[in-house]
Protein backbone atom coordinates (compact mmCIF):
# COMPACT_ATOMS: atom_id res chain seq x y z
CA UNK A 1 0.00 0.00 0.00
CA UNK A 2 2.53 2.38 0.80
CA UNK A 3 4.73 1.65 -2.22
CA UNK A 4 1.56 2.22 -4.00
CA UNK A 5 1.24 5.83 -2.43
CA UNK A 6 4.54 6.82 -2.86
CA UNK A 7 4.30 5.75 -6.72
CA UNK A 8 1.54 7.78 -7.21
CA UNK A 9 2.95 10.56 -5.80
CA UNK A 10 5.17 10.85 -7.77
CA UNK A 11 3.60 10.05 -11.15
CA UNK A 12 5.03 6.76 -12.06
CA UNK A 13 3.54 3.96 -13.63
CA UNK A 14 4.12 0.51 -12.35
CA UNK A 15 6.38 -0.01 -15.83
CA UNK A 16 8.33 2.99 -14.95
CA UNK A 17 9.07 1.99 -11.05
CA UNK A 18 10.17 -1.23 -12.08
CA UNK A 19 12.55 -0.08 -14.42
CA UNK A 20 14.35 2.61 -12.07
CA UNK A 21 14.30 -0.48 -9.33
CA UNK A 22 15.50 -3.19 -11.92
CA UNK A 23 12.73 -5.17 -10.30
CA UNK A 24 10.05 -6.71 -12.48
CA UNK A 25 6.39 -5.15 -13.11
CA UNK A 26 4.79 -8.48 -11.50
CA UNK A 27 7.04 -8.40 -8.48
CA UNK A 28 5.66 -4.30 -7.88
CA UNK A 29 2.03 -5.50 -8.36
CA UNK A 30 2.66 -8.05 -5.54
CA UNK A 31 3.89 -5.87 -2.96
CA UNK A 32 1.72 -3.40 -3.60
CA UNK A 33 -1.16 -5.58 -3.21
CA UNK A 34 0.29 -6.15 0.36
CA UNK A 35 2.66 -9.11 -0.14
CA UNK A 36 5.67 -9.53 1.57
CA UNK A 37 8.29 -8.00 -0.49
CA UNK A 38 12.16 -9.46 -0.17
CA UNK A 39 15.23 -7.44 1.69
CA UNK A 40 17.02 -6.98 -2.05
CA UNK A 41 12.92 -5.49 -3.88
CA UNK A 42 13.30 -3.68 -0.68
CA UNK A 43 15.91 -1.94 -0.58
CA UNK A 44 15.62 -1.05 -4.31
CA UNK A 45 12.51 0.63 -3.29
CA UNK A 46 14.10 2.49 -0.93
CA UNK A 47 16.70 3.84 -2.48
CA UNK A 48 14.29 4.63 -5.61
CA UNK A 49 12.23 6.49 -3.20
CA UNK A 50 14.82 8.05 -1.03
CA UNK A 51 13.36 6.53 2.37
CA UNK A 52 14.92 4.28 4.57
CA UNK A 53 14.23 0.30 4.14
CA UNK A 54 12.58 0.82 8.09
CA UNK A 55 9.45 3.14 6.77
CA UNK A 56 8.88 0.63 3.78
CA UNK A 57 9.15 -2.56 5.98
CA UNK A 58 6.59 -1.38 8.21
CA UNK A 59 2.95 -1.20 6.22
CA UNK A 60 1.00 1.45 7.93
CA UNK A 61 -2.14 0.28 9.63
CA UNK A 62 -5.35 1.72 7.45
CA UNK A 63 -7.38 1.91 10.65
CA UNK A 64 -4.67 4.17 12.58
CA UNK A 65 -2.15 5.91 10.37
CA UNK A 66 -0.48 8.03 13.34
CA UNK A 67 0.91 4.62 14.03
CA UNK A 68 3.44 5.54 10.95
CA UNK A 69 6.09 7.63 12.23
CA UNK A 70 6.63 9.54 9.27
CA UNK A 71 3.51 12.49 8.23
CA UNK A 72 4.48 11.74 4.66
CA UNK A 73 2.75 8.33 5.08
CA UNK A 74 -0.26 9.17 7.02
CA UNK A 75 -3.40 8.72 5.50
CA UNK A 76 -6.00 11.19 5.09
CA UNK A 77 -9.43 11.43 6.88
CA UNK A 78 -11.00 11.67 3.11
CA UNK A 79 -8.96 8.39 2.66
CA UNK A 80 -9.80 7.12 5.43
CA UNK A 81 -13.44 7.22 4.72
CA UNK A 82 -12.79 5.94 1.41
CA UNK A 83 -10.77 2.61 2.51
CA UNK A 84 -13.91 2.02 5.17
CA UNK A 85 -16.63 2.42 2.37
CA UNK A 86 -14.66 -0.01 -0.07
CA UNK A 87 -14.34 -2.46 2.84
CA UNK A 88 -18.09 -1.96 3.86
CA UNK A 89 -18.94 -2.66 0.00
CA UNK A 90 -16.54 -5.38 -0.18
CA UNK A 91 -18.10 -7.25 3.06
CA UNK A 92 -21.42 -6.61 1.36
CA UNK A 93 -20.30 -8.36 -1.94
CA UNK A 94 -18.85 -11.08 -0.04
CA UNK A 95 -22.42 -11.94 1.72
CA UNK A 96 -24.42 -11.50 -2.00
CA UNK A 97 -21.88 -14.03 -2.96
CA UNK A 98 -22.18 -16.23 0.15
CA UNK A 99 -26.06 -15.95 -0.61
CA UNK A 100 -25.97 -16.55 -4.35
CA UNK A 101 -24.25 -19.90 -3.80
CA UNK A 102 -25.59 -21.61 -0.59
CA UNK A 103 -29.50 -20.67 -1.42
CA UNK A 104 -29.18 -22.41 -4.81
CA UNK A 105 -27.35 -25.87 -2.73
CA UNK A 106 -30.08 -25.21 0.29
CA UNK A 107 -33.15 -25.70 -2.33
CA UNK A 108 -31.65 -28.32 -4.47
CA UNK A 109 -31.02 -30.14 -0.81
CA UNK A 110 -34.77 -29.36 -0.29
CA UNK A 111 -35.91 -30.92 -3.93
CA UNK A 112 -34.67 -34.23 -3.58
CA UNK A 113 -34.82 -34.73 0.32
CA UNK A 114 -38.05 -33.75 1.43
CA UNK A 115 -41.43 -33.13 0.30
CA UNK A 116 -41.62 -30.14 2.61
CA UNK A 117 -40.67 -26.99 0.95
CA UNK A 118 -38.39 -25.37 3.94
CA UNK A 119 -35.77 -23.97 2.08
CA UNK A 120 -38.14 -20.95 1.62
CA UNK A 121 -37.44 -19.89 5.12
CA UNK A 122 -33.44 -19.42 5.18
CA UNK A 123 -34.17 -17.48 1.61
CA UNK A 124 -36.47 -14.96 3.20
CA UNK A 125 -34.50 -14.96 6.12
CA UNK A 126 -31.29 -14.46 4.97
CA UNK A 127 -32.62 -12.39 1.84
CA UNK A 128 -33.84 -9.78 4.58
CA UNK A 129 -30.59 -10.04 6.32
CA UNK A 130 -28.96 -9.25 2.85
CA UNK A 131 -31.20 -6.57 1.93
CA UNK A 132 -30.43 -4.55 5.12
CA UNK A 133 -27.05 -4.96 4.73
CA UNK A 134 -27.06 -3.74 1.16
CA UNK A 135 -29.24 -0.44 2.75
CA UNK A 136 -26.49 0.16 5.01
CA UNK A 137 -23.86 0.49 2.40
CA UNK A 138 -25.51 1.77 -0.10
CA UNK A 139 -28.28 4.19 1.32
CA UNK A 140 -30.60 5.22 -0.89
CA UNK A 141 -33.28 5.91 1.11
CA UNK A 142 -32.32 8.94 3.92
CA UNK A 143 -35.37 8.74 6.00
CA UNK A 144 -33.97 10.34 8.93
CA UNK A 145 -30.31 11.59 7.97
CA UNK A 146 -28.71 14.75 7.94
CA UNK A 147 -30.93 16.64 5.61
CA UNK A 148 -34.02 15.31 7.90
CA UNK A 149 -32.16 16.74 10.70
CA UNK A 150 -31.72 20.20 9.41
CA UNK A 151 -35.16 20.46 8.18
CA UNK A 152 -36.40 19.95 11.70
CA UNK A 153 -34.25 22.29 13.13
CA UNK A 154 -35.20 24.95 10.84
CA UNK A 155 -39.24 24.49 11.42
CA UNK A 156 -38.29 24.45 15.26
CA UNK A 157 -36.53 27.74 14.77
CA UNK A 158 -38.73 29.26 11.94
CA UNK A 159 -35.13 30.29 10.08
CA UNK A 160 -33.28 28.95 7.38
CA UNK A 161 -29.46 27.61 8.94
Aim: proline share 4%.
Amino acid sequence: MIIRKLRLQRGWSQDDLAQLTGLSVRTIQRIEKGHKAGLDSLKALAAVFEVELTDLQQEPDMQNSSSFPHSQFNVTAEERLALEHVRRKRGFYRHAISYAAVIPVLWGINLFSSEHIWAIWPTFGWGIGLLSHAMRVFPVIHLFGPQWEKREVEKILNRKL
